[in-house]
């Protein structure tokens, strides 16, 4: 079947059939990733750049991890983020890299836009990995793979998504994922960690914990950002965790069988209390497995089933 994007810039964008394209074909690569032998020779001969202008080591090595499984030459790039003519520097960066003929960019970038921009520029598919608090496509995909097995459906599924909304392109992915499946969206948090406008992104908005995880499938807790913070967000972790961190008795707000997932890197004791993280309701290392097999199910259908699929760049 035909996927009719060559990048892969935000949830925004695709639609439901897109979706479950993606998702089926992760759950293929998830068995390929669980038997001894994990390498197939799907993008062989392909190139892969890591170009990573924000430090990651979890998203990095996963969309790694991918590329070598699926049999493509993967190379990283950790480029520091110059505060000077940041924008000069990203497409400078991007046209270099460009000429040396890769099949596939995965960008990572603390400006919201800079992945779309670059995608303009070059000659080949581009993946968003994180623009600044815009879009982090590949994670809300991975978040859908893990609830879909683990639920066997996203549809009518209550999952309230938990704490610093404002910066938190996570939470921005999941709420435009999960309503084009037909999940039924919360935003809890403190207001002053909540966009003005929220509503319209299709959620429902609680400032409390107690009432935004009643009878919620999913609890989605999302990371206190604090190296996006300028101000005074949070009057201190302490009070954050008494009254936005998931523990024992907040849970129980929840569904009996409800999910607990965290996008990582956790802050233990801040948003999360370490014994719901290492929980039986966790699902957080199913989610790293399934961020793997949802990159690889990305990469090979970009260049298999996209636009360039005949194009022998
Ligand atoms: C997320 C990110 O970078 O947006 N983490 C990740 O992809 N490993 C979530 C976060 O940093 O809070």
Redesign the pocket.
């Known amino acids: 079947m035909p996927f009719p994007h060559r990048h892969l810039l935000g949830i925004k964008g695709l639609n439901e059939p897109d979706l479950i394209h993606l998702l089926d074909k992760a759950d293929e690569a998830v068995k390929l990733s669980r038997q001894r032998e994990k390498k197939s020779s799907t993008l062989r001969g392909l190139t892969q750049i890591n170009l990573f202008f924000e430090a990651?080591t979890?998203?990095q090595s996963s969309f790694e991890l991918a590329g070598k499984r699926l049999g493509a030459d993967v190379m990283n790039m950790a480029v520091g983020n110059s505060s000077v003519k940041k924008g000069e520097t990203l497409i400078d960066t991007a046209m270099t890299l460009n000429a040396m003929r890769p099949d596939i960019l995965v960008v990572r970038h603390s400006s919201a836009g800079a992945t779309a921009l670059l995608a303009q520029k070059v000659g080949c598919s581009v993946i968003n990995a994180?623009d600044g608090a815009h879009e982090?496509p590949t994670?809300a995909l991975l978040d859908a793979l893990t609830i879909r097995r683990a639920k066997g459906r996203i549809g009518r599924l209550i999952v309230a998504i938990c704490g610093d909304v404002l910066h938190?392109?996570?939470a921005r992915s999941n709420i435009v994922l999960l309503n084009l499946m037909g999940a039924r969206v919360r935003v809890v948090g403190p207001s002053t960690l909540m966009p003005s406008g929220i509503e319209q992104m299709g959620v429902e908005v609680f400032t409390s914990m107690e009432e935004g995880l009643k009878d919620a499938d999913v609890v989605m807790m999302?990371?206190l950002?604090r190296e996006r913070m300028a101000g005074a967000f949070v009057p201190s972790v302490r009070e954050y965790f008494r009254f936005y961190g998931l523990d024992a008795e907040k849970l129980k707000r929840a569904k009996d069988d409800a999910l607990v997932m965290h996008?990582?890197?956790m802050n233990r004791g801040v948003e999360i209390a370490s014994e719901i993280a290492d929980g039986p309701q966790s699902v957080i290392e199913s989610q790293v497995e399934m961020g793997v097999a949802v990159r690889m199910a990305v990469m090979e259908t970009l260049l298999l089933d996209g636009p360039d699929r005949e194009a022998g760049r």
């Open positions: 990651s979890r998203t994180g982090h994670q938190s392109r996570v999302l990371r950002q996008p990582g890197p």
